[in-house]
C-alpha cells in the first residue's frame, strides 16, 4: 500500500527540543523542583493535565503559583514553557516544503500546551512570519483533543477525521512509546534520534 499521508510529531522531530533549558527557565521563575516534575515525553501532574487539555492555562498559572509559592503572569508561564523549544532547523521545513509539492499530504500530531503553541502557531515561528500550521494540511495537539500520545484513540481519530487507511500513513516520532501505538495499530512509523537529521531518511523509506 503506497504512502499518501505523512504524520509528524513536533518536538524532537519538526522543533528541536531543550528540556534543560525549560527546566532551568522553571526554575528561575521559581519551581525549584523542575527536574523531578517536567518530562521530555509524556507530563504528568499538573503540566500533563494542561497538556491533555484537563485544565485551563489560567488554572494552570494559578496551580503553579501553589507549587512555587508565589503567583505567576502567563507571560512567565509562556516563557518557562517555550524553554522547550530550542529552535527550527531550515533543513525541516524545506522537506516539509518538498514533501507537499511531491503530493504528501502533512499532519502534525503533537502533545503540547497552549503556552507552547503561542510561539509555535506565531509569525515567531520560522523567521519568516509564518506559523507552524503553515507547512501542514492538518494539526492535532493534545489539549485541544484531550487525548494524549500514546493513547491508541488519538491515532485512531486523527486517521476517522482524516479519512485515512493506517497503511495509507507514516508516523514520525521521537518518542519509542508512541511509535510502538501507532504501529500496533498498522501505521507505518519511524523513529528518529531526537534532533538528528531525519530528512535524508524519510526520502529513502518513501522511495521502497
Known amino acids: 500500500m503506497r504512502i499518501s499521508t505523512i504524520i509528524f510529531d513536533m518536538g524532537g522531530v519538526v522543533v528541536d527540543l531543550s528540556p534543560e533549558t525549560a527546566i532551568k527557565r522553571f526554575q528561575e521563575i521559581g519551581l525549584h523542583d523542575a527536574q523531578k516534575r517536567l518530562d ?3 507530563q504528568t501532574g499538573i503540566f500533563g493535565d494542561l497538556e491533555e487539555g484537563k485544565i485551563t492555562p489560567e488554572t494552570f ?3 503553579l ?3 512555587t509559592g508565589k503567583e505567576h503572569t502567563y507571560e512567565e508561564c509562556c516563557y518557562a514553557w517555550q524553554g522547550y523549544a530550542a529552535g ?3 533543513r525541516n521545513l524545506d522537506t516539509l516544503v518538498l514533501l507537499r509539492q511531491q503530493g504528501y499530504r502533512l499532519i502534525l500530531l503533537s502533545n503540547t500546551n497552549p503556552f507552547m503553541m503561542e510561539l509555535i502557531m506565531s509569525d515567531r515561528f520560522d523567521g519568516n512570519g509564518h506559523p507552524i500550521s503553515h507547512y501542514f494540511d492538518s494539526v492535532y ?3 485541544q483533543h484531550h487525548m494524549m500520545k500514546p493513547d491508541e484513540m488519538f491515532f485512531k ?3 476517522s477525521h482524516e479519512q485515512l487507511m493506517a497503511g495509507e500513513t507514516l508516523f514520525i516520532d521521537d518518542g519509542p512509546e508512541n511509535v510502538a501505538a501507532a504501529s500496533q495499530i498498522g501505521m507505518n512509523t519511524f523513529c528518529p534520534v531526537d534532533g538528528a537529521d531525519w530528512t535524508k531518511e524519510i526520502m529513502k523509506i518513501l522511495s521502497k
Open 88 to 90: 527550527v532547523p531550515k
Open 65 to 67: 503559583g501553589k507549587l
Open 40 to 42: 521530555k515525553y509524556h
Open 157 to 159: 481519530k486523527v486517521l
Open 141 to 143: 495537539l493534545s489539549y
Open 61 to 63: 498559572r494559578v496551580e
